[in-house]
């Protein structure tokens, strides 16, 4: 159990296109989802929290107008990061909190993340 | 300042011996911490949890300790394989943050045959 996938696994897009990234939690609902950034060889930085029915919450530094979070149900989550520049280009990552049941509360699970291009 | 360390070089052993990986923080008071285990390319995979008042935690080849006094925990993966290599990495959960993880940049562990 505790399966979150993510659409697209990557995608290549032309500066100021915008891109939705989707984060969905297979087989347990989630009270919180996480998205995260990664550039090569560094450590995943958290850029926002988003509860179900609740605007998210950014983490400093991170511009809200510029990446989009819309948690629409327990399951879903989606990221969109609008009028992409090259320097936007990264590894998006999502997780997932369990609301509850048979796998762990404390913990989060992970998607097999999306890769960004934007030439 | 808060500051979550890792080993910053790679770490390179014989197959079935012991890793041992180091997550070293500063300032802050995590109420778990825990590792997760991340491939090239991939999203991270959780590994262990560890509370603050946990001493060890074992999981097969795994183990886990927590000093909350020392700011350290130590990773180990016991009679290790090549499969074992990837990237390690800790990450702290903070009192009252709402689950938000602060991640350590990672370990690079490779074990040859």
């Known amino acids: 159990g505790a399966v979150v996938s993510q659409h697209p696994s990557r995608v290549i897009c032309k500066s100021g296109t915008s891109v939705k990234i989707e984060c969905r939690s297979l087989?347990?609902?989630?009270?919180?989802m996480f998205w995260y950034r990664q550039f090569p060889k560094q450590s995943l930085m958290l850029m926002a929290t988003s509860n179900e029915g609740s605007k998210a919450t950014y983490e400093q530094g991170v511009e809200k107008d510029k990446f989009l979070i819309n948690h629409a149900s327990l399951t879903l989550s989606t990221l969109t990061v609008t009028s992409a520049h090259p320097e936007d280009s990264s590894f998006y990552i999502c997780?997932?909190?369990?609301?509850?049941?048979?796998?762990?509360?404390?913990?989060?699970?992970f998607g097999p993340g999306t890769r960004l291009t934007v030439l | 300042s808060q500051k979550i360390e890792q080993n910053s070089e790679a770490l390179n052993i014989q197959e079935g011996k012991t890793a041992t990986l180091t997550c070293n923080y500063t300032?802050?008071?995590?109420?778990?911490l825990q590792w997760y285990r991340q491939d090239p390319g991939r999203g991270p995979v959780f590994l262990l949890l560890i509370r603050e008042n946990e001493k060890e935690k074992r999981k097969e080849r795994l183990k886990v300790t927590f000093d909350t006094t020392l700011k350290q925990s130590l990773f180990h993966i016991t009679a290790s394989q090549p499969a074992d290599s990837a990237t390690y990495l800790c990450?702290?959960?903070?009192?009252?943050?709402?689950?938000?993880?602060?991640f350590g940049q990672g370990t690079e562990l490779s074990v040859k045959p």
């Open positions: 087989d347990f609902q989630a009270t919180t």
């Open positions: 997780s997932a909190t369990p609301a509850g049941g048979r796998v762990l509360t404390d913990t989060q699970y």
């Open positions: 300032n802050y008071s995590p109420a778990y």
């Open positions: 990450a702290l959960d903070i009192y009252n943050q709402g689950g938000k993880l602060i």
